[in-house]
């Protein structure tokens, strides 16, 4: 992928938001303009609105790498996983903070927000998100049922002067 690419969907990328349909309620990551799942694609015309997904969510499919693409050789043997987020868009991702052993379909995840790789002498860093463990993302003195919020970074409208 061209670097201007990839930097013109980093805010998206690193903030997991999405879209939502407000004809059908469909979700989508990354985010749409028009809806493909409306009977007509013309009723989804401007009823597209911003959704935040919480990086919450459910493994429904895994493999263990062991033959790390050019760049990842340190990290192998590592888990790629499908993940179903709890606001339906499905997400692939490493797992971190998991052993291979303690991978099954079903584990409860959680977006978090690493650094991919550094490219070139330049060190261009890209950044993305990665999942791990919800249990572990919630132990610790602030454990509780109450979800992080995710890390947000959209324009503070209202600020905005009159
Ligand atoms: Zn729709």
Excluded at 49 to 67: F, K, M, N
């Amino acid at each position: 992928m061209a670097i201007a690419r990839f930097w013109r969907e980093t805010p998206r990328r690193y903030n997991l938001g999405g879209s939502r349909c407000l004809v059908c309620q469909s979700v989508y990551f990354p985010p749409r303009t028009v809806c493909p799942t409306c009977s007509t694609h013309r009723q989804s015309i401007g009823k597209m609105e911003p959704l935040q997904l919480s990086g919450d969510g459910e493994v429904v499919s895994y493999t263990v790498v062991h033959e790390a693409a050019i760049g990842f050789e340190m990290q192998v043997p590592y888990v790629l996983a499908l993940v179903r987020t709890t606001e339906g868009p499905l997400l692939t991702g490493q797992v971190v903070n998991v052993v291979p052993d303690e991978m099954r379909v079903g584990l409860k995840v959680r977006a978090t927000f690493r650094k991919l790789r550094e490219e070139g002498p330049a060190g261009v860093i890209h950044y993305g998100y990665k999942f791990a463990p919800r249990e572990e993302a919630e132990a610790g003195p602030r454990a509780g049922r109450e979800a992080e919020p995710a890390p947000a970074h959209s324009p503070d409208v209202s600020r905005a002067r009159a």
